[in-house]
């Protein structure tokens, strides 16, 4: 089973700055990285996948890049509504796996 | 519009089976792959199960395998999801999620793309 290591646990930022998040592989999975978004009390909300391409209505203030064991997410400038908890998850084989989170709160 | 529904959640004790069932309105599931997401009180999502469009393929979390058995009915354009020897640690809000990949042509975004709004279990004496 593929584990993903999100760092860091908590990115305390304001509103306007950029916000880089991370996350790395316990093996290779090519590009078959996702990231999602999640507030509280919702289901989560897909916001890139294969490492680099934004889902349906995602902003272009969000990014995505890497391939092989290492990827980031990042959010160009940090708008109110972007802080929440995010997750990543590999799709390059069964069992898929999730990253732990990384919360993303205001400084 | 676009929906999955799930239901049959509820309080289990220890050992007890429960089936999650989930309906989807807006799209038809049988051109898509799906899955059964958790998420304990306070904690991360785990990928708990996947069933190809055509259940050809099916995959478990190792924590639940040989335990939870997924289904599809293609004709009822529905998911289940049937707990064996539920366990404590299996206390979580489980989501049903659609595949964005069409498998007819895959066409779509290769993430989880579509998820319904949980229900929850809750596995105690």
């Known amino acids: 089973e593929i584990v993903l290591t999100q760092s860091p646990a908590t990115l305390s930022l304001s509103p306007g700055e950029r916000a880089t998040l991370s996350c790395r592989a316990s093996?290779?999975?090519?590009?078959?990285l996702a990231w999602y978004q999640q507030k509280p009390g919702q289901a989560p909300r897909l916001l890139i996948y294969d490492a680099s391409s934004r889902a349906t209505g995602i902003p272009t203030r969000f990014s995505g890049s890497g391939s092989g064991t290492d990827f980031t997410l990042t959010i160009s400038r940090l708008e109110p509504e972007d802080f929440a908890v995010y997750y990543c998850q590999q799709r390059h084989n069964w069992p898929e796996t999730f990253g732990q989170g990384t919360k993303l709160e205001i400084k | 519009e676009v929906q999955l529904v799930e239901s049959g959640g509820g309080l289990v004790q220890p050992g007890r089976s429960l089936r999650l069932s989930c309906e989807a309105s807006?799209?038809?599931?049988?051109?898509?792959?799906m899955y059964w997401v958790r998420q304990a009180p306070g904690k991360g999502l785990e990928w708990v199960s996947g069933i190809s469009w055509n259940s050809r393929t099916i995959g478990y979390a190792n924590s639940v395998r040989g335990r939870f058995t997924i289904y599809r009915d293609n004709a009822k354009n529905s998911l289940s999801l049937q707990m064996n020897s539920l366990r404590e640690e299996d206390t979580a809000l489980y989501f049903c999620?659609?595949?964005?990949?069409?498998?007819?042509?895959?066409?779509?975004?290769?993430?989880?793309?579509?998820w319904g709004q949980g229900t929850t279990v809750t596995v105690s004496s």
């Open positions: 999620v659609k595949d964005g990949r069409d498998s007819s042509n895959f066409e779509g975004s290769f993430g989880l793309d579509v």
């Open positions: 093996q290779s999975i090519s590009r078959y």
């Open positions: 807006g799209f038809n599931i049988d051109d898509y792959d």
